[in-house]
């Protein structure tokens, strides 16, 4: 202990409860027999009397020792700041942890790659806890009391992730990759090497183990294959040209050939319906985009334009609301935004003879004309550039002049004088 730790006020960490005598790099720490018969575990402070004359290079030194006068007022201020501090993320099962991987791999670097705990930690916060367990004593005193508090269960699940050493390693490499050990020859393994392996190994765990060691080659009789060196490495593209297309088998899906067929006669079903539904379209919608186009051809006798699309009105006659299954219209208002509070039959707009537009309402909820509102049942006339407001949907109802003249002047003709 002198080697180490000079002959200074130094606490050494000793997990008390299991047989081990492992050397580590401040040197070898012999545990005494269990304190207590339920295998729990308590960790005892061995405090030297003299003052420290050589501290160890990489561990943080400690501070020094307070005058008798201030140690209460020293403990009373700094303790809560310490426990505050220290106990945010390390709990007592990390500590634990980092004591039995240390102990066995004597390696703090193994321990921050090999140990999987409770949160993330870094080398570095590794590093200073180890540090603070062994050289401060409050810190070592509050992880003490913490760990005594542990159930035996999580003790036992603790042990079993302890990492292994070098020493287990070895003894399991010399299993042979090519024989098929089994339980009973771990068991023999752990009966006849009973201080080299940890005391919480099991044989389940040591077949795990060798597994995992036969898997990346690290067995005594196992040798890794050099890659081959110059132009000689083949590489993906190279083993995919190397393969023969032809001798490659066309394995047939016949559920997803049946789908497919099925949805091929479904769309062909709806090409035909809406073949035959082209001469009683009343209406055509057109998209509205950033191209002026003209708004009227010869066969168009107004429009109902609006945000997204426009309805070029092309019969005397047609109705306004909501498409369904169950009902067609001629002006699906649902095209041009939410029309969920629309009517299926909302209203209709109709040309009489003598060329004036009349739009009657037929649904439950009003339409206002240039802010007028139209209700159920009434009918209004419609002029051009009028506005038609439907369930917070606005159009701009423009008529065919050219068009409309026409017709009036046919229908002059027509009416005697």
Known sequence: MQKYFGDGLLPVLLMVGWD????????????????????????????????????????????????????????????????????????????????????????????????????????????????????????????????????????????????????????????GSTSQPTLETFQDLLHRHPDAFYLARTAKALQAHWQLMKQYYLLEDQTVQPLPKGDQVLNFSDAEDLIDDSKLKDMRDEVLEHELTVADRRQKREIRQLEQELHKWQVLVDSITGMSSPDFDNQTLAVLRGRMVRYLMRSR?????????????????????????????????????????????????????????????SKWRLSNNSVVEIASLRFVFLINQDLIALIRAEAAKITPQ
């Open 20 to 175: 081990w005598g492992h050397h580590t790099r401040y040197g070898k720490l012999e545990a005494q027999s269990p304190h207590s018969p339920d295998g729990s575990f308590e960790l005892i402070l061995f405090l030297s009397s003299a003052q420290v004359s050589k501290a160890p290079s990489t561990p943080v030194p400690p501070s020094p020792a307070p005058t008798p006068g201030l140690t209460k007022r020293v403990k009373k201020s700094k303790q809560p700041l310490q426990v505050t501090k220290d106990l945010g993320r390390w709990k007592p099962a990390d500590d634990l942890l980092l004591i039995n991987s240390v102990l066995q791999t004597n390696d703090l670097t193994s321990v921050h790659l090999g140990v999987k705990f409770s949160c993330r930690f870094t080398l570095r916060e590794v590093q200073e806890r180890w540090y603070a367990l062994l050289y401060d004593p409050v810190i070592s005193k509050l992880a003490c009391q913490a760990m005594r508090q542990l159930h035996p269960e999580a003790i036992a699940a603790i042990q079993s992730k302890a990492l292994f050493s070098k020493a287990e390693e070895q003894l399991l490499s010399k299993v």
């Open 317 to 377: 006659e047609i109705t306004l609301g909501r498409a369904t299954k169950d009902n067609q219209i001629d002006v699906d208002l649902s095209l041009e935004g939410p029309a969920w509070k629309i009517s299926r039959k909302q209203g209709v707009i109709k040309l009489k003879n003598n060329g004036d537009f009349f739009i009657a309402n037929e649904g439950r909820r009003p339409i206002y004309i240039d802010g007028r509102p139209v209700l159920c049942g």
